[in-house]
Each structure stands twice: as structure tokens, then as C-alpha cells.
């Protein structure tokens, strides 16, 4: 699909595992021994970063043993976390090859490989077989999603009934007042859909979820987007950080987002449903 394509060549890098190793190595930590930790600056590509991972895997009630099934996992962290903290199986699909890639290579490097594996597939066509997960995860996934309906049903089919689905998005919450663009999930409105919170409760349960806790983490991204900013101020920009994946474009595109969610244009929310 055209969209897809566009989607993947945003987020394409070129030579993204050279660049995270070397800001790795400026960091002063040894590549051939990460842990999942060693990665949380670069690898959360989402509002409220690690700990927002944290507080999703805990509203689903992750557990050892559990299936997870990781919707657009990007380089891994949310994958990595799954695995190492809560003691799951997970498999991360996403549509940008060298996403795909440098999550493998990196999970190798963190000792997680029996623990969690990914592969290039869309959303909206899984190549897994039906009921196969405990919990579903989309994390700033549906903002580049135009059919979301298709995807919330892939959700629901690669899940067990009573199954867990964790979706955690950037919403509009005034769609009278345009984005800004760039994001850091789009340049332009061509690979942007966001849409009203209203919109996930209906296509939520028309794929057959039955809507639990909806959390906005507006708050918990504010406080620690703040925080990195001042750490930033009187430390200068750490090697390790969102800018050696979006390079040059980093400062508008953060700037834009945080701008926006600071006026209450947009909020990340989190959906937490289970399949009927």
C-alpha cells in the first residue's frame, strides 16, 4: 500500500545501528553487554517513554508466560520491556524494515532473543495465526493508520477471547484546531490520522472489545518532557536520545508535538480493552 510505503520511508534511517551503537559507545555504555535499560532513551518512540510502557503493561495485567503481540514495535523497547520485566513471550511486527532489523539486532545484544522476535508485517494484513496472543499492544501506532477499523479487527483476531488489547494513542481532542506539522510521526497530513477519542470507543467496540480503563497521559508526558528539557539546559543533549533517529528534524518536530499537547490540541490516551 502507497500509505505504508510512505509511512516506512519516514522512519527510515539508513543507517540507524551504526548511529544508536556509536551514541552508545559516547554514552560510555559497552554495546556487547546491554541490558533492555540501556536503550530507553532511543528505543520508546512515544509520549511519556519508558514509563508510559510501564503503566500499560500493568494495566493489562502482563504476567510470565503471557503471549504478547506488539502492533508497529519500532526498534523494540516496548518489546524488550515485556519480556524482560514481566516475563513474556512477545513478537513485534512492523512495516519499516530497518525498524525491524536494528529491533532484532538490538534484542540480540540485550540476551532477549528466546524471549522476543519481530518481523516485517502490516497491521492490517497479520501473518500469525488467529487467537494466538494473550495481549495485544498498538503504541503510537494509529496515527499513521488510515483504516482503523481493519486494524482494530486484526487486533481482535490475533487475540483469545478475554484476550487484552492495549492501545495507546495520540488523540485529537479539539479537531477544530489543525496539527502543526512536522510531527514526529508525519510530515504532513498525507500519513497523519488522528482522530477524536470518541472515534476509538466506537471502532473498539465494533471490532468486539468491550472498553475498560481509558487513561489520558497528558500529564505524565508534560512533567517528563519538562524534565528533559532542563536536564538538557544544564547538561546539554545527551548522545543517546530521539535525535539520532530523526537527526536534524528532531527540534521542530518534538517542539510541535509538545506545543500541541501542551494546549490541549492532542493527549496521548490509552485504551485498555478486552476481547469478547
Not at 513478537?91 to 519499516?96: A, C, F, K, L
Not at 545484544?109 to 524471549?115: N, Q, T
Amino acid at each position: 500500500m502507497a500509505i505504508e510505503q510512505d509511512v516506512a520511508q519516514h522512519y527510515t534511517h539508513g543507517a540507524l545501528e551504526r548511529a544508536i551503537l556509536d551514541a552508545l559507545a559516547a554514552s560510555g555504555r559497552d554495546a556487547k553487554r546491554l541490558t533492555a535499560a540501556d536503550l530507553a532513551e532511543i528505543d520508546e518512540l512515544h509520549l511519556g517513554w519508558l514509563a508510559a510502557t510501564a503503566e500499560l503493561a500493568k494495566a493489562l495485567g502482563l504476567a510470565p508466560g503471557m503471549r504478547v503481540l506488539d502492533i508497529g514495535s519500532g526498534l523494540g523497547g516496548p518489546a524488550r520491556y515485556f519480556a524482560d520485566a514481566h516475563g513474556c513471550q512477545v513478537t513485534g511486527i512492523d512495516i519499516t524494515p530497518e525498524f525491524v532489523a536494528v529491533a532484532a539486532a538490538l534484542t540480540r545484544r540485550c540476551g532477549l532473543s528466546g524471549k522476543v522476535g519481530f518481523l516485517k508485517a502490516s497491521a492490517l494484513a497479520i501473518p500469525l495465526a488467529s487467537g494466538s496472543f494473550d495481549a495485544v499492544t498498538l503504541i503510537h501506532v494509529g496515527m499513521n493508520v488510515a483504516d482503523k477499523p481493519r486494524l482494530f479487527a486484526e487486533a481482535r483476531r490475533m487475540l483469545r477471547p478475554g484476550g487484552r488489547l492495549g492501545a495507546y494513542d495520540i488523540v485529537h481532542v479539539k479537531p477544530e484546531e489543525p496539527l502543526p506539522y512536522p510531527m514526529p510521526w508525519a510530515d504532513s497530513r498525507a500519513t497523519s490520522f488522528v482522530e477524536a477519542p470518541e472515534s476509538y470507543r466506537r471502532l473498539l467496540a465494533e471490532a468486539g472489545f468491550t472498553l475498560e480503563r481509558e487513561e489520558d497521559r497528558s500529564e505524565l508526558a508534560l512533567r517528563l518532557g519538562r524534565e528533559m528539557r532542563e536536564q538538557a539546559a544544564q547538561h546539554g543533549a545527551p548522545p543517546l536520545g530521539l535525535h539520532v533517529l530523526m537527526g536534524n528534524a528532531t527540534q521542530q518536530r518534538v517542539g510541535n508535538v509538545m506545543e500541541a499537547l501542551g494546549r490541549g490540541i492532542i493527549a496521548p490516551v490509552a485504551f485498555i480493552a478486552r476481547a469478547a
